[in-house]
């Protein structure tokens, strides 16, 4: 496709994610943004006008005709206006960019019927190609779970409360709005969410012409591994920070031994992440939220572990403000220490890697732990690992290593309390904790249980990777939330 430069000559990619109701959308933006943020470009998120101007009151059985069209001209008029804002800092980034519109100026003529449509067009001067096609680079559609998901279909959502039926009409309305762009992706639920997501990144990706490897491959895994070393900082020497955020490295001066290391460490981006529980009511809903960011400008999220529905656990996952992130924080389970990462993201032989780096203060047990976690299709010795990385074991079946048991302050199962003791594969309840741990003696046909403060929490265990379905955006801190359903 033609391709847009902002004014550093990097890229500028507009695209629009739409869909039916409970189509996945808000889930769908997190992904790609924490996505195309761990690959170093600027992302940018447009909010759904809709939602906001909806969420101040406006209930459309109280409206007549005439004021249901200026209300849907205004809305446009804003959308539009909102949407022109983050055109300009897009091309202004100093880093490729990518702009994700929550819904388009498309979306509104789903809402009319044709004629005022085509009257709204006429009396400012729109029409379809500039509104459609010239606008937005690519045009996503995410068909509503009331549409082959019915059973995840919820109204739980601020503003929205359509039935089923409704809901599949305005998913008809809304796809058809689209035809016509040249880029038009319509991404249904043949699969399960993860899969759902994955396809719609892909499609993304593809558009914009990335390789990554078969990290997007339906198929693909999280694996999971423990580094016992990377190169020490005083071996390799920082001497810049790129315009894009990327960090160079070069070889210090009388230092030959280090030339290797030199040679093969990739550019990398690095990210401050800060990840903190929040007290829910028992055990069966897990909540925390993270705060993600470079140089002192952050991106926040808040995550809700549900308990499983149809054997899929659910996670609702969303962006929320800072405001709203200081408001949760004083929420913060006290049973749990802050985990506090240094995040390091690379690309090495076309495969993308995430490096966790845990900071303290912290739990003994994350004293100088350090985990590497990529996905992919590969399995075994297949995947090859970074050679300048020291990796000790692979540990992705391995509950010690779960960010939930790293925070806990007391009742970690097994009862490690350090890092080497977990290493050691010492004997823990007549079980051993090795590489495939037992969990207080518990580990039965491919299910672990896990006893914490005498409650029994229990899951089925895939090779380390999360997936499922996903579908549903359920009511929030301020805009609306996408519901994953997980096998984990």
């Known amino acids: 496709m033609s391709q847009e430069f902002g004014h550093h000559d990097k890229q500028v990619y507009k695209l629009v994610l739409t869909g039916g109701p409970c189509g996945g959308k808000t889930t769908g933006q997190a992904r790609l943004c ?4 761990n690959l170093g470009w600027k992302v940018f998120r447009v909010p759904e006008c809709a939602s906001v101007l909806l969420g101040g009151g ?13 209300f849907q001209e205004n809305l446009l008029k804003v959308m539009m206006q909102i949407e022109e804002t983050f055109f300009d800092l897009g091309h202004n980034s100093t880093k490729n960019c990518i702009i994700i519109c929550d819904r388009g100026t498309m979306d509104a003529s789903a809402y009319l019927e044709a004629q005022l449509w085509e009257k709204m067009k006429d009396e400012n001067s729109w029409n379809n190609v500039e509104l459609r096609d010239i606008r937005y680079n690519q045009v996503i559609h995410m068909v509503s779970a009331a549409k082959g998901a019915e059973v995840f279909y919820t109204t739980d959502h601020a503003v929205r409360a359509e039935a089923p039926e ?10 058809e709005a689209w035809v016509g762009h040249p880029y038009y992706d319509v991404i249904d639920n043949s699969t399960d969410f993860e899969g759902k997501v994955i396809r719609m990144i892909t499609a993304v990706c593809d558009r914009l012409g990335l390789d990554l490897g078969d990290r997007l491959h339906l198929n693909s895994k999280k694996r999971k591994f423990l580094v016992s070393r990377i190169p020490e900082m005083q071996e390799l020497c920082l001497v810049s920070t790129e315009t894009d955020g990327s960090q160079k490295l070069e070889l210090p001066e009388n230092r030959t031994d280090v030339c290797k290391l030199q040679n093969n460490f990739p550019s990398f981006q690095d990210f401050d992440v800060v990840h903190d529980y929040l007290a829910t009511p ?8 993270r705060r993600r960011g470079q140089n002192g400008t952050f991106t926040y999220t808040h995550t809700i572990r549900r308990p499983k529905i149809n054997q899929q656990r659910a996670e609702v996952k969303m962006h929320i403000s800072s405001r709203d992130y200081q408001i949760l924080l004083q929420q913060r389970d006290e049973k749990h220490y802050t985990i506090i990462k240094k995040r390091r993201c690379f690309l090495w032989n076309n495969q993308y890697f995430q490096m966790d780096i845990y900071k303290e203060p912290c739990h003994p047990r994350c004293k100088g732990l350090i985990l590497l976690e990529t996905y992919t299709t590969k399995t075994g010795d297949d995947l090859e690992l970074p050679d300048f990385l020291e990796i000790e074991k692979e540990v992705t079946n391995n509950l010690e290593y779960s960010m939930y048991n790293l925070s806990l302050k007391e009742g ?4 490690v309390t350090t890092k080497e003791e ?3 594969g010492k ?12 969990v207080n003696g518990n580990y039965i046909n491919g299910k672990v249980n896990i006893l914490m403060n005498g409650d029994s929490l229990s899951g089925d265990t895939h090779n380390g990777h ?11 801190i301020g805009s609306g939330r996408s519901a994953i359903f997980v096998d984990k």
Do not use: M, W
Request: net charge positive; hydrophobic share 30%; aromatic share 12%.
């Open 34 to 37: 924490s996505f195309f943020e």
């Open 58 to 70: 406006v209930k459309f059985q109280d409206l007549t005709q005439e004021d249901c069209y200026k």
């Open 166 to 175: 409704l809901a599949r009409r305005l998913d008809d309305f809304v796809a």
């Open 282 to 289: 028992g055990h069966k809903n897990q909540a925390r939220i």
């Open 412 to 415: 970690f199962y097994g009862k």
């Open 422 to 424: 977990s290493l050691k």
């Open 427 to 438: 004997l823990v309840n007549g079980t051993s904790n090795g590489e495939t741990p037992s």
């Open 466 to 476: 999360s997936c499922g379905k996903v579908y549903g955006e359920s009511n929030g």
